[in-house]
Structures are given as structure tokens and as C-alpha cells.
């Protein structure tokens, strides 16, 4: 099966500082990744959608110069959260597509295991 | 405003028993849903999927099911597990061919399947 691997799984950092996070696809290509975060007992809020050789889509009230994101190769996207804050603290996911993949498979998603950030 | 709902936070099964877990959706344009699964700090993991071209698609204890005109799906499993026990969440999306569509999820709903 599509195996996404996202490092690290848990980071703690001082105000102020910055974070990345890998986000890799291990047996298959990804054009498209995507980036979200999750808050306690909520649902997964779409932060970005990452594109190999181009630049980020940003949803809606996401800050871009915030959390940097770059998908420089088929396999891997990186989300850095620069000047990290304790609102930042949250669990990150990332998911890819596999860019082979046929018809309606094209839709699924395979997702990392998470990062859970935690800013003091 | 939240396109696709699953109302119930939390749903407790005995094992054995058939677990049914329930997604309404809002946007008429949505034709491929998803539901995942996610055991706590991990991601979720993709189950099963269905077209809007079907009403029904299966998979060993798994069956989801899609009725289009009230805009409804249920994941079906039986029987269950202990080991099902998670949280699944219900996915939705449209039509896209770049495959940049991203999916919209419900807020899921916490299955526990006691023994």
C-alpha cells in the first residue's frame, strides 16, 4: 500500500524559533500534497495544498510567510513554521496523491502519522 | 458552513454486534466519498470509498453505503471488533481532474467497540 512517512512525530521548541516537518511519499510519486492541522476534538482543517514545482495554494486565513511550505521534489513536501507561537502549538497531518493513480483512486489520500507540535 | 456533517460524536458497539456510522453531506457537486480511520497521534488511514455512480460498495466487514437524493452515507461494519475502535472521519469531493480537489472531512465520530 502508499506508505506517507512524516517526521517528526513530536517537537517541542521555545517561542520564537522555527519548526520543519518532512513530509515523504515513500513507494509512490506525489504531485500534490497537502498539508493540515488539527485542534482538540475538531475536525482536519485544510491549511495548503503543496504542488511539486510550483508554489503553495494557501486556504483562506492561512498566513503563507507563516508557515512556509516547499514540495521540491515528487516525494517530498516540507512544512516549516517559522517564529513558532504557543497558539501555534497543534497536531500537523500531511496526506499525498498518488500521481499515478487511475480514475476516481486519483482521489484518495494517504496521510503521515502526524506531527504533534508543542511551542513553549 | 460545514458541507459534510456527522452528527454523532461517539457511537459504543458490543462486539460482535453491527456498528453504523452515519455522514450527511451538503454540496450537491461532491461524487467520491472516503471514510478513514484514526487511532489517537496517528493519521487517518484510508477504508473505503465509494462513487456517486453506486449505491453501495463492500469490502470484507466493511460496506459503505450512498443515498444520493438525501444526500447520506453509512459505513456499515459487521461484525465488529475490539480493534475498530477509532475515530472515523467521512470525506467527501468533487469533480476535478488534476487531482488537486482536496477532500472535505467531517469532524468524525469516535467508535468503541467493547468486548
Known amino acids: 500500500g502508499a506508505v506517507v512517512s512524516q517526521h517528526p512525530s513530536r517537537v517541542i521548541c521555545k517561542s520564537g524559533t522555527s519548526v520543519k516537518i518532512e513530509c515523504r511519499s515513500l513507494d509512490f510519486q506525489a504531485t500534490t500534497m497537502f498539508w493540515y492541522r488539527q485542534f482538540p476534538k475538531k475536525s482536519l482543517m485544510l491549511m495548503a495544498t503543496s504542488n511539486e514545482g510550483s508554489k503553495a495554494t494557501y486556504e483562506q486565513g492561512v498566513e503563507k510567510d507563516k508557515f512556509l511550505i516547499n514540495h521540491a521534489s515528487l516525494t517530498l513536501s516540507t512544512l516549516t513554521v517559522t517564529s513558532a507561537h504557543p497558539e501555534d502549538s497543534s497536531f500537523y497531518i500531511c496526506s499525498a496523491r498518488d500521481r499515478l493513480a487511475g480514475g476516481l483512486a486519483k482521489n484518495i489520500q494517504y496521510f503521515g502519522a502526524g506531527t504533534r507540535l508543542s511551542v513553549l | ?115
Open chain 2, 1 to 115: 458552513d460545514q458541507q459534510v456533517k456527522q452528527n454523532s460524536p461517539s457511537l459504543s458497539v458490543q462486539e460482535g454486534r453491527i456498528s453504523i456510522l452515519n455522514c450527511d453531506y451538503t454540496n450537491s457537486m461532491f461524487d467520491y466519498f472516503l471514510w478513514y480511520k484514526k487511532y489517537p497521534a496517528e493519521g487517518p488511514t484510508f477504508l473505503i470509498s465509494i462513487s456517486s455512480i453506486k449505491d453501495k460498495n463492500e469490502d470484507g466487514r466493511f460496506t459503505v453505503f450512498l443515498n444520493k437524493s438525501a444526500k447520506h452515507l453509512s459505513l456499515h461494519i459487521v461484525p465488529s471488533q475490539p480493534g475498530d475502535s477509532a475515530v472515523y472521519f467521512c470525506a467527501a469531493t468533487s469533480p476535478g481532474d488534476s487531482g488537486n480537489t482536496p477532500l472535505v472531512f467531517g469532524k468524525g465520530t469516535r467508535l468503541s467497540v467493547i468486548a
